[in-house]
């Protein structure tokens, strides 16, 4: 065993604790940040955690209020101002997503091809073309950092009306590396 696995392990295990929370709270809820804390050093400054946080795993996820929905704070901006305090190892963000066939590349082609010296303008009309794809499926993206380099990111689909429960949480090479490269930083 290496010794990034017990960190690996850990974070996989805290966005697994964080995907629960979140599908018990529904879906079409706005982006939300947990923070990553050392089990012990909560129960050491909160001694009155102690019985609830018994069993627990390494790090345990602390919700953060909900990100301002919508266009008022991009996301990446509001990123790009966060930083964490030292007593903070990691991060997990949610975001809803909308996730399209490959199929959809052509349409995204199209619909960017004129628009791509103006980025505003080319992600508007990306995201437009997003909500408007006949196969569009919603999702939950995962994505999880801590500070020795150890990182996740997964997604969640959103189960058709006719499913019963939570989809699995899935996994795709290079998924959302920016964004892990943006929850890094906040921890820089």
Same mark, same amino acid.
């Given at each position: ?21 979140? #599908? ?34 390494? +790090? ?52 960017? #091809? ?24 919603? =999702?939950? +993206? ?19 009306? =006719?499913?019963? #429960? ?15 490269? =943006? ?6």
């Amino acid at each position: 065993m290496t010794l990034a696995e017990p960190q690996q392990r850990a974070l996989a295990r805290c966005v697994r604790e964080v995907a629960e929370f979140v #599908g018990e709270q529904g879906w079409d809820r706005p982006p939300q940040l947990f923070a990553l804390v050392p089990t012990a050093e909560l129960v050491a400054a909160e001694p009155s955690l102690a019985a609830q946080l018994a069993d627990a795993a390494p +790090l345990t996820p602390i919700a953060q209020e909900p990100l301002p929905a919508g266009d008022r704070t991009p996301l990446d901006e509001y990123l790009a101002t966060l930083r964490w305090p030292p007593a903070v190892t990691g991060c997990v963000l949610v975001q809803p997503i909308t996730v399209l066939p490959p199929t959809a590349e052509t349409m995204l082609d199209d619909a960017l #091809g004129p628009l791509l010296a103006d980025p505003d303008a080319a992600d508007r009309a990306a995201r437009n073309a997003a909500q408007t794809h006949p196969d569009r499926r919603q =999702a939950r +993206l995962f994505a999880g950092v801590l500070r020795d380099g150890a990182e996740l990111c997964l997604i969640q689909l959103r189960p058709d009306a =006719a499913a019963d #429960g939570e989809s699995d949480l899935l996994s795709y090479p290079d998924l959302a590396s920016g964004l892990l490269i =943006a929850l890094r930083q906040t921890l820089e």
